[in-house]
DNA sequence: AAAGTAGACTAACGATCGTTAGTTTACTTG
DNA sequence: CAAGTAAACTAACGATCGTTAGTCTACTTT
């Protein structure tokens, strides 16, 4: 029962060009074309364009959530969960450079998963501002703005994908620990 | 000759709509029912719907490589430098919300304006990442990996526009400030 | 009042879209 | 060898796409 190489093939290739030109600007055509296949037997193999997406999106969506989950709940200090959440984005994204497009910026177009998709974004969401607001709390933190730091770590972690690829001399674990650096201990040399 | 303002709406309008759901899953009758006209009159005012995504992208690029440029080649330190460019992009997106969702989002979808996109945003990340290397020349910054650096404020300040409706109780110039102390001096209490 | 014009309209075009139905091919299993 | 099956194919559907051509209306300018 281990058939689904075909399966896997069409949802890979389509996150492939659906982070290239968008979901809508794809066509059932093109994901056929990659495989040297006509469009109608891509429906062998799965349910139709919109099941594609779905598929993309939520497992990431639920492999974000579950971790961060373990993360939030865990006996760490908050400065070593905000690590944590750094080296967490770092793993996904070396590992899902193209699901991570579709991730960002075609979940909109999810017809029928968008409320699920939507309830595992504010879980994490919650669970990362949680945080934030327990390591100013506690006073390991500045008492600047949460939702600027929220927003400030989340952008640069959601985008991860666009960077990898342009940075080849450097790897996962070095860049997870720049970025921390970076993120938490600021650029400043003072 | 200052008749342009059905032109300016349906830039606008588009903008709006291409932010919600991307320039490809747009379609000119959907523009068209937001200002209550047929699909066929948007013709009267523009030439394209290649047109409009081109008017949105170019200006702006156009404005944040020239007000780069300034920064740049002023005599200030880098670090103010730095404070300056954070400025720069809270104050555009601010003011053009819908637009710089297009200029992340929808640049590839640039028929005949790509080539010149490029150059622009070229020259904007290089200006950037100069600042950069000299300010950990200089001393001024932390020797860590530039590109980084460069990598982390630019993926916060381009996805500003996504987060200011989310604040509604803070100003531009807060915002500014406290992003700035973020981005350059860190999160640590320390 | 006449002429010009800005900006809307209807109707239609060829292309492309996601998807379905029915068929064929090639391999695996009994 | 026969039967079954996975996975490709051709052909076509109705919908929607960007765009053009030609027309009408209402206002402005002379």
Same mark, same amino acid.
């Given at each position: 029962m281990k058939?689904?190489?075909?399966?896997?093939?069409? +949802?890979?290739? /389509?996150?492939?060009?659906?982070?290239? &030109?968008?979901?809508?600007a794809v066509s059932m055509r093109d994901i056929a074309k990659e495989l040297d296949i006509k469009a109608a037997s891509?429906?062998?193999?799965?349910?139709?364009?919109?099941?594609?997406?779905?598929i993309i999106i939520i497992s990431l969506a639920e492999e974000f959530t579950?971790?961060?989950?373990? +993360?939030?709940? /865990?006996?760490?200090?908050?400065?070593? &969960?905000?690590?944590?959440?750094?080296?967490?984005?770092?793993?996904?994204a070396y590992r899902n450079q193209y699901e991570m497009a579709s991730l960002n910026n075609n979940w909109m177009h999810l017809e029928n998963g968008i409320t699920y998709y939507l309830e595992l974004r504010n879980s994490y969401e919650d669970n990362f501002r949680a945080i934030i607001n327990n390591g100013v709390q506690s006073g390991e933190l500045i008492n600047s703005n949460p939702e600027v730091t929220l927003f400030s770590m989340l952008s640069t972690l959601r985008h991860l994908y666009l960077w990898i690829p342009k940075m080849e001399e450097i790897n996962p674990k070095e860049l997870s620990d720049n970025l921390s650096k970076v993120l938490i201990n600021g650029i400043l040399n003072k």
């Open positions: 058939k689904e190489t075909r399966k896997e093939q069409i +949802i890979q290739i /389509s996150a492939k060009l659906f982070k290239d &030109k968008g979901y809508a891509l429906y062998n193999h799965i349910e139709s364009k919109q099941d594609i997406l779905k579950k971790r961060m989950t373990v +993360i939030y709940s /865990s006996n760490e200090n908050n400065i070593s &969960k905000l690590h944590q959440i750094v080296a967490l984005h770092v793993d996904i």
